[in-house]
RNA sequence: GCCGGAGUAGCUCAGUGGUAGAGCAACGCUCUCGUAAAGCGUAGGUCGGCGGUUCAAAUCCGCUCUCCGGCUCCA
């Protein structure tokens, strides 16, 4: 191969022996036209890039069109610097923070000097954005030093520039340049402005700067772009559908929770019938898993003397977000914000042997914590909840095992539910003022974690900084209506505590030693859990955990009898019903029941009465048929003890 | 806690300074009905709260509470 040729691997594995310095743009018309003109960047050995920059060695490489996530991103960020211009045209005092693409869309945060900036600005910046992606100008990439790059920036007054550069190396700082519009930016960019066809700015939000509350609060705008208005319309409306998943919504409309912030309290939220019926069969089933894997059930109160808290280290780790201490006789008390000092206190009440452990303690122990006002949220976000808490007190050489004991119940319970969980290991930083403990413990810990997740066949992403006080943790996250993540289960392992407790154990060899505990919540809270539940399955719960499984519509009163009938006999098989007796007509007894999510409805007249079978209806599926009333009974006891999910259910009658 | 938005009947919403409205739900009566809304009627409000401007405030102004979306935080 002469020495002007390079090898470029392209996704689908095969080579391409091409000229050196050729251009992205060029690699992909060599490929084909439809996809030149679909390009909007290019990915280089992992590096995103743009098109028009020379590729100079052997590569792996990946066009990156609207339908990949590194072309999106790179059309995302295209138009956040579109975004800036629009801004810097309108508010010419406004300065520049920082504007990168997120998950869905991308924002800019922004100085606006005195100016607030109100949703009517928004339209305004929205239309100036397109009529410049409509002027079809070119992203220049120019390279300038550092001295350049900050002359720029003190001529335009941009403090918060001046403070990104400073941190860069000379040498690979560049700038993009697009109409008026230059910014400091790694790039890379879509080929030209043109291809923005459409935009909404989503949301206004206050964004401290470099997201410390210390610092100014600048003004971020969100914003999403697409290459083709539909795409946007279709945005807008898969957004208003899952609005309608909102569990804020859908739990008290279904009877599961309420807030009462007048008297009651914000984010203390109250469970009704419906719902206390469903957290029980949750409470149930986790029970039944926990019984099969030798655990304990405790009971603590719901709070302890300050001094619990003072060697746990809660106090002083957690003093702002937690409710202030009763006072009593003298004494100091807090409302727990956590289990695990109670169950310490049960570790240590006996002598405890080797033999003994693992022991593992398990409550579904309701804690209390002062979250900020401006963070609750229904019931995934609240100040009173109720964690389905254990610990396992082991030996070192059980920890592994346990470890992996308790990512498998876990992942019992997500596939129950049917639920795609993405798995984070959250290590500690550097920032040894947030963690207590001795470092030594935290890297074997965190090592054991990652073994052990490894070994389980866990597909996982590291974060540093998200650890808890006491230990590195295994985080279970989960996506809401609207995308938002949040952590459901988790895993701990702690060194900390058996120390500050100094719980011990004796070792066959007769001398004591020291346990590891493993902090476990495969639920998280009963809260937050039914929260993500209700959104999961937008309230069409499986039988087995529906609060109402089933009314029982007689077609006129003559019937009420022998529904009445129909009904003792499927409550004697402890089903939950109710029987519709109101003088409405059979499809508005129907409708009722459909938008109550109602699993099943039974319509019951004389052909069903004279041959002692029921209709059945299916929520959202109409009809599936007629059954003996025993036949009906065996099926849903069926439905009910495989924990069916509504879309395992067999509709053929 | 911070930034922006919003609070009118149980729910969805209309009402821009002059007597608080609609649909659905609820309740009563009539109808006794075959697979997603029967008909008629009744009741329901301190227009989130407090204060101010005005002859007059749901409407204008100030403060405050709560909720929504973000930020920060998150044991």
Not at 180 to 193: E, K, M, S, V, Y
Not at 207 to 229: E, H, M
Not at 237 to 246: F, G, I, P, V
Not at 286 to 293: H, K, S, Y
Request: hydrophobic share 35%.
């Amino acid at each position: 191969m002469s020495s002007e040729q390079i090898t470029l691997t392209l996704p689908d594995g095969s080579d391409k022996t091409i000229n050196k310095e050729i251009t992205g743009r060029e690699v992909a018309e060599s490929i084909s036209a439809g996809l030149a003109r679909e390009a909007l960047s290019i990915t280089v050995n992992g590096e995103i890039r743009d098109l028009d920059r020379p590729i100079t060695q052997d590569a792996e490489i990946r066009i990156n069109t609207w339908d990949s996530e590194d072309g999106r991103y790179t059309f995302w960020h295209s138009s956040a610097h579109l975004l800036a211009e629009a801004v810097q045209e309108l508010y010419p005092d406004a300065k520049f923070g920082i504007g990168p693409p997120i998950e869905n869309g991308f924002y800019y945060d922004i100085d606006f000097g005195n100016h607030s900036v109100s949703p009517s600005d928004l339209s305004k910046i929205e239309e100036k954005i397109l009529e410049l992606a409509r002027r079809k100008v070119s992203f220049d990439r120019i390279e300038v030093s550092k001295k350049e790059a900050l002359a720029h920036y003190r001529d335009v007054d941009n403090e918060y520039k001046l403070e990104l550069i400073n941190e860069l190396e000379d040498g690979e700082i560049t700038f993009y340049k697009q109409g008026n519009f230059t910014d400091l930016c790694r790039g890379p960019h879509i080929p030209n402005t043109g291809i923005i066809k459409a935009v909404k700015l989503t949301t206004l939000a206050g964004a401290y700067w470099r997201g410390d509350v210390k610092s100014k609060q600048l003004t971020r705008i969100y914003g999403i772009s697409f290459p083709k208005k539909k795409l946007l319309d279709k945005y807008l409306h898969q957004l208003e559908e899952a609005k309608k998943r909102d569990h804020k919504k859908l739990g008290p409309q279904l009877g599961i929770y309420m807030i009462d912030p007048e008297l009651v309290g914000s984010g203390l939220p109250l469970w009704l019938p419906n719902g206390t019926v469903l957290r029980r069969e949750l409470e149930k089933f986790m029970r039944d898993e926990q019984i099969r894997r030798g655990y304990k059930e405790v009971i603590t109160p719901h709070i302890a003397k300050i001094d619990l808290y003072k060697i746990s280290g809660h106090y002083p780790y957690y003093k702002d977000s937690q409710f202030n201490p009763i006072e009593v006789d003298d004494e100091e008390y807090l409302l727990k914000p956590m289990n695990c000092p109670h169950h310490h206190r049960i570790y240590s009440s006996e002598l405890r042997s080797y033999r003994d452990l693992p022991l593992r303690l398990a409550e579904f122990g309701p804690v209390y914590r002062y979250e900020q006002s401006g963070e609750l949220h229904g019931l995934t976000r609240v100040r009173h909840f109720t964690q389905d808490d254990a610990h396992i007190y082991c030996t070192h050489d059980q920890l592994k095992q346990e470890i992996k004991n308790t990512i498998g119940l876990t992942q019992v319970v997500f596939e129950t539910f049917g639920m795609e969980v993405e798995i984070r290991l959250s290590y500690r930083d550097d920032n040894d003022e947030k963690y207590g403990g001795e470092t030594e413990y935290w890297q074997r810990a965190q090592k054991e974690i990652r073994e052990a997740s490894d070994e389980m066949g866990l597909q996982y992403t590291i974060a540093e900084g998200e650890a808890s006080f006491y230990g590195p943790k295994i985080d279970f996250m989960i996506r809401d209506s609207i995308g938002r993540t949040w952590q459901i289960g988790t895993v701990q392992v702690d060194y900390v505590m058996p120390e500050r407790f100094d719980l011990t154990y004796v070792g066959a060899d007769n001398d004591r030693h020291r346990p590891v505990i493993i902090h476990r919540a495969p639920f998280g809270s009963m809260e937050r859990f039914t929260g993500i539940l209700i959104e999961h399955f937008a309230g069409d719960f499986p039988l087995w955990l529906a609060p109402l499984q089933m009314k029982l519509i007689p077609i006129s009163d003559a019937h009420l009898p022998y529904t009445n009938f129909c009904a003792k006999k499927l409550q004697e098989r402890g089903v939950r019903l109710e029987v519709d007796s109101r003088s409405e007509k059979v499809g508005a007894k129907i409708r009722d029941a459909e938008n109550a999510k109602v699993p099943y409805m039974l319509i019951l007249g004389e052909k069903e009465e004279s041959d002692g079978t029921v209709s059945v209806r299916r929520h959202k599926h109409g009809d599936i048929g007629t059954f003996s009333l025993n036949d009906f009974i065996t099926k849903i006891e069926e439905e009910v003890a495989g924990k069916l999910l509504p879309s395992q259910v067999e509709l053929n009658s």
